[in-house]
C-alpha cells in the first residue's frame, strides 16, 4: 500500500522549544567492532576466513563474507594488489544483504514500488592499493559481497579483511535476566531483542534498512518492548518530542518525523498513528513519571484526539467515511478502516483522560471518558451485527475490525472467540499482513480472556519467521509466502523492522 | 599493441638516495577553481547554466554539464531535494568525458584490452540532502553527465551547482610570449601548450586520465617542449631521479615507473625507452647545468647505454634480433624494430658522449663516439639497400626504420626525401600510428632539410586532430579514422596525452 495521505500545500511550522530538547537528549550511539567475518565464499566455494587475504581476485570474481549475524553499522574492508603493479584502478561492487536471498536478486531486475535507491550496492575505484576503505554510509547487512569489476591482466585484488563497526543506543546491560524455559519462545524473545537493538538508534527506527525513520504507530510497539529489556528512555522521550515539536500548523502529528538535515514533519497523516500518541505519552509517564515531559506534551497530546472528536466526527458519534480513510491499521487495499480507527480513537480517549488525571485537569478528564463511552455506544449500536455475533464495517467481516473494537472494550467477551474465527474463517475478508496487526490481534485475544490461543498464535506467526529463517524479525511475513514480497522484490524487503518484536513483551508478561 | 616484455621473478631494488632527492623536490600543484559549467543540457535540451538549480530532475533524468574546456581535478556537486520531503536515498551515476562521444559509449559494451577501471564512471547514494558532495579522485573531464538511477515518488533532485578544482604543476607565468601570426600554427601550439600543462603533475603524467604514469619515451618529448614553455625544471629533474632510483638489479631502466603508493618500476622493459635516458639528462643539463644532477644521474645513465652494448649487440655491431623486440618506437604489430633501435642507440651514444664531455671523462668519452661510429658503419651495411635507395629491415621497408637512422646521421641527405616517400607509399609497410612517432618523422624530415615537407606534415596531422575536434592532443590519432580507438571503444582513449604535443616546440623553434 503506498500512503497516498499527502497534505496539500505543506508547510510545517516547527515547535524551536521542544526540538532544541529533543536534540539534547540525542542518545549515545556505542560501537562494536567484528573484525572477520565468520565464514567466507569465493565463487560459491566456501573458505576459511584466515585464507581469504591471500587469494587473488580477478576481474568477475566474486567473495562473499558473512558476518555471521545481523549487523548495522559501517564496513570497513582492507584490500591490496598481487601480481605485478597495478597499474590501473580496481573497480570493486559491494553488495549488502541482510539475508542471502538478497543476493539473488538483481538490482536491475527490480521493479518494484519503493525506490530502489534502497537497494544496498556500492560501487569504487580504487586508484592506489593498498587501501583501507571505509564505507561512508552506514548499512543494515550480515552478508558482503564483493565483485571484482575489473584489474587489468597485470594485477589481481587480495581481500585482507573486512570489518563492521556495528552501531547502537540500546544497552544490554539494562536487559532484566529472564529465564525461559521453552525454547521456542526463548528463541522468539532473542531475535526479538536483538530486533529491537538494531532498531534502537539516535531515534527508534521503523528499520535500519529502510527507512530509518520514526513512525508514530511504530513508536508505541518500540516503547513498550523497550521498557521490559532496554529501557532507552531518552531515546524514547526524544522521539515524543520530535512528533511533538513537527506538529502542523493545525495540531495534528504527522505519521513519521524525518530528522536529516533536521527534524521535519513528512507530509503524511495518519489518523490512527496519530492517535497512538496520547498512548505512548501514558506509556512512557507509568514509566518515568517525567514531570518535564507531562508538562510539555500534555497539550499537544491532547491535541491529536481533540482534533479528530472536532474534524472527524458524524452526527452520531463515528468517525466520519472520509476521514477514516486517511488510516493505516494495516496494510490492504480492501480493508474498511472506520470501525478500527474508531477503536483507536476509543483507546486514545482512555489514554487522554489518564493524562488528565495526571495533571489534575479533572473536568478535560471527565469529558475524554464521557465522549469515549459516547463513542463506544455508537460503534457498538452501528457496527455490531447481531445475527452475526461480530462487527460489520460497510459490510465487511474483517478481523482488524473485531481486534480494534475489543482493544476499545466493545467486544462481548463471550462472542470473542467466535467473532475472531469468523472474520478469519472468511475467505473473502481481508487478512492481516503486518507484524504490527498480529501484536493487536494477540492483545485482543488476550483481552479477551483467550491466553492459549494468543501463546498459539504468536508461537505460529513469529515461530513461522524464525522456521522461515528469520534472524531479526522482518516488516512483512506471510505464513503462506513466507519468501515472499509485498514491494515487487526481497532485495528491499526489511527484515529488520521495529513494528515486528513485540513477542519479546508479550512473552516476558503473558507467556512466562 | 600490449606491452608484453615482463621480467620474470622482478624483484626491483630502489635506491633510497636517488628517491629521496625526487620525493624533496616534488612540486606543487596549482589549483584553479572552475565554478560554473559554461553550458548544461538535461534531457538533450540545452538550458542556462543559471536556471539549472531549479529544475527538479526525475528517475532517468541526466544532466550533462560543459565545462568548456579540459580539467583535470576534482569534482564538486552541489545537490538539493524538492517535492516532499527526501524519503529514501538519492541514487547518482556521474559519468566524466574528455570528449562528448565518451558519453556516447556505454560501459558494459565495451570489451578491448584496456581495464574497464579507466572509466570514469562513479555511482552514488546520498542519504541526506542538501549535500555537498566532493567526488574524491582526481578525473580528466570537460563533460560531467549525471543521471538520476533513482530518487522517490515523493521527491526529485536538484543539481545546484558543479565545481571543478583543477590541478597542475605548469606555470603560465613562465611561458614567454610568442608571437604566432599563423592562425592554424597558432591553433596548434596553444592546444599543444594545453596539454602539456594537463599533463605536468607530481610526475610527468603520460595522460592525466590514463595510465596517469611517467614514460621515460614521453618524458623527453615532455622536457623538450616545457623548456620553451613552462619550464617545469623541478618536476623533470623529479621524473629524471624516479627513473634512475628505481633501477633493475642490472642496472636498467623500466620503461615506467609508478609513483603510487610509493616509486615502483613497472615489471617492462623497453630498449629504445631505456637509451632515451642520456638524451634526455643531456638536453636537461644543457638547459640547467645542474651539477646535482649530473653528479648522481651520469653513471645510472651511461648504464643504459652499457647494459644494451655488453648484452644485446651481435658480433656485426648490429642490435641481435630478439633484444630489439623488446622496444617500442611505435604502435605496431608488424614492424621490424632493429634498425630503428639501432638508431635510437646511436642517438643515445652521441648524448652519452656529451655526457662524458661534461664530467671530463675523456676516454669514455672516445669510446662512445668510437662505438656510435661502429654502429653506423654497420647500420649502414646491413640496412642500405642499394637497389631500393633505402633502408630496410628484415626485407621490410618501413617509415620508422628511415626516421630512425636518419636521426642517427646515415640517411644520405640527397635520398632522405625519396626513401621517406617510398616507405609512406609501400601499401603493405607498417604506417605510424601515434603522435609520439610523428614527431619523429617530423625530426627526421628536418634533419634532412625537408623543412616545408615537415610543416606540411604537421598541419596535417595536429591540424587535423583540431579539425577532428581536439581540444588537447591525442594519445592516437588516424587520419583516417579520426573517431577510432585501437582499444576497442573510444571510452577509454586519453585525449590528453604527453607525447602528442611537441608541436608547441617544432613551431617555436623551425615554423616561426
Known amino acids: 500500500m503506498e500512503l497516498i495521505s499527502i497534505i496539500p500545500d505543506f508547510h510545517p511550522l516547527n515547535d524551536e522549544?521542544?526540538?532544541?530538547?529533543?536534540?539534547?537528549?540525542?542518545?549515545?550511539?556505542?560501537?562494536?567492532?567484528?573484525?572477520?567475518?565468520?565464514?567466507?565464499?569465493?565463487?560459491?566455494?566456501?573458505?576459511?576466513?584466515e585464507v581469504l587475504a591471500s587469494l587473488p581476485l580477478r576481474r568477475g570474481d566474486q567473495a562473499v563474507l558473512d558476518f555471521g549475524n545481523h549487523m548495522v553499522?559501517?564496513?570497513?574492508?582492507?584490500?591490496?594488489?598481487?601480481?605485478?603493479?597495478?597499474?590501473?584502478?580496481?573497480?570493486?561492487?559491494?553488495?549488502?544483504?541482510?539475508?542471502?536471498?538478497?543476493?539473488?536478486?538483481?538490482?536491475?531486475?527490480?521493479q518494484g514500488w519503493l525506490s530502489s535507491s534502497w537497494i544496498q550496492q556500492e560501487r569504487l575505484h580504487l586508484d592506489t592499493l593498498p587501501a583501507r576503505v571505509e564505507l561512508p554510509r552506514r548499512y543494515a547487512f550480515r552478508y558482503v559481497r564483493v565483485t571484482v569489476l575489473d584489474t587489468s591482466p597485470k594485477f589481481q585484488l587480495l581481500l585482507c579483511g573486512a570489518q563492521c563497526r556495528a552501531e547502537s543506543a540500546a544497552d544490554w546491560k539494562n536487559v532484566p535476566p529472564r529465564e525461559i524455559g521453552d525454547e521456542e519462545l526463548k528463541k522468539i524473545y532473542?531475535?526479538?531483542?536483538?530486533?529491537?537493538?538494531?532498531?534502537?538508534?539516535?531515534?527508534?527506527?521503523?528499520?535500519?534498512?529502510?527507512?530509518?525513520?520514526?513512525?508514530?504507530?511504530?513508536?508505541r510497539l518500540q516503547a513498550l518492548v523497550s521498557y521490559g529489556s532496554f529501557r532507552s528512555l531518552k531515546v524514547i522521550k526524544r522521539c515524543l518530542y520530535l512528533f511533538a515539536g513537527t506538529r502542523f500548523p493545525d495540531g495534528r502529528m504527522s505519521a513519521n518525523v524525518f530528522t536529516d538535515p533536521s527534524p521535519a514533519a513528512d507530509d503524511t497523516y495518519l489518523m490512527d498513528y496519530a492517535l497512538m500518541y496520547p498512548i505512548v505519552l501514558e506509556e512512557y509517564l507509568q514509566e518515568t513519571n517525567d514531570a518535564e515531559a507531562l508538562n510539555d506534551l500534555f497539550e499537544p497530546a491532547l491535541e491529536q484526539t481533540d482534533y479528530v472528536l472536532r474534524h472527524c466526527l458524524d452526527e452520531k458519534g463515528l468517525i466520519a467515511r472520509d476521514a477514516a480513510k486517511e488510516s493505516f491499521i494495516d496494510w490492504s487495499d480492501t480493508l474498511n478502516r472506520r470501525a478500527a480507527v474508531q477503536g483507536v480513537l476509543i483507546c486514545a480517549l482512555d489514554a487522554a483522560a489518564a493524562l488528565c488525571g495526571r495533571k489534575g485537569a479533572e473536568s478535560r478528564r471527565q469529558e475524554c471518558l464521557d465522549m469515549?463511552?459516547?463513542?463506544?455506544?455508537?460503534?457498538?449500536?452501528?457496527?455490531?451485527?447481531?445475527?452475526?455475533?461480530?462487527?460489520?464495517?460497510?459490510?465487511?467481516?474483517?478481523?482488524?475490525?473485531?481486534?480494534?473494537?475489543?482493544?476499545?472494550?466493545?467486544?462481548?467477551?463471550?462472542?470473542?472467540?467466535?467473532?475472531?474465527?469468523?472474520?478469519?474463517?472468511?475467505?473473502?475478508?481481508?487478512?492481516?499482513?503486518?507484524?504490527?496487526m498480529h501484536h493487536y490481534y494477540i492483545m485482543a485475544l488476550l483481552r479477551s480472556g483467550?491466553?492459549?490461543?494468543?501463546?498459539?498464535?504468536?508461537?505460529?506467526?513469529?515461530?513461522?519467521?524464525?522456521?522461515?529463517?528469520?534472524?531479526?524479525?522482518?516488516?512483512c511475513y506471510d505464513p503462506d509466502d513466507p519468501a515472499g514480497s509485498p514491494y515487487g522484490g526481497r532485495i528491499v524487503n526489511s527484515v529488520c523492522h521495529s513494528w515486528s518484536f513485540t513477542p519479546a513483551y508479550l512473552i516476558s508478561r503473558y507467556f512466562i
Chains 1, 2 share one sequence.
Open 17 to 49: 522549544n521542544l526540538l532544541r530538547k529533543a536534540d539534547q537528549i540525542k542518545p549515545e550511539i556505542s560501537f562494536a567492532d567484528h573484525l572477520l567475518p565468520k565464514s567466507c565464499q569465493i565463487n560459491g566455494k566456501s573458505i576459511a576466513p
Open 73 to 110: 553499522g559501517r564496513l570497513t574492508l582492507l584490500l591490496d594488489a598481487t601480481g605485478s603493479h597495478q597499474d590501473a584502478p580496481a573497480h570493486l561492487q559491494i553488495d549488502l544483504a541482510e539475508i542471502r536471498a538478497e543476493l539473488e536478486e538483481s538490482p536491475q531486475d527490480y
Open 190 to 219: 532473542d531475535v526479538s531483542l536483538k530486533t529491537l537493538a538494531d532498531c534502537t538508534q539516535q531515534i527508534m527506527e521503523d528499520g535500519p534498512k529502510r527507512d530509518r525513520r520514526l513512525w508514530l504507530g511504530d513508536l
Open 372 to 436: 469515549a463511552q459516547r463513542l463506544r455506544k455508537a460503534a457498538k449500536d452501528h457496527f455490531w451485527q447481531k445475527e452475526e455475533s461480530c462487527f460489520s464495517d460497510g459490510g465487511q467481516i474483517a478481523i482488524h475490525t473485531q481486534v480494534w473494537l475489543t482493544l476499545a472494550g466493545i467486544m462481548p467477551q463471550e462472542a470473542a472467540r467466535a467473532a475472531f474465527e469468523k472474520a478469519l474463517g472468511l475467505p473473502d475478508a481481508p487478512r492481516m499482513k503486518t507484524p504490527y
Open 450 to 475: 483467550l491466553r492459549d490461543e494468543a501463546e498459539a498464535h504468536l508461537r505460529a506467526y513469529w515461530g513461522g519467521m524464525i522456521r522461515a529463517g528469520a534472524a531479526t524479525f522482518w516488516e
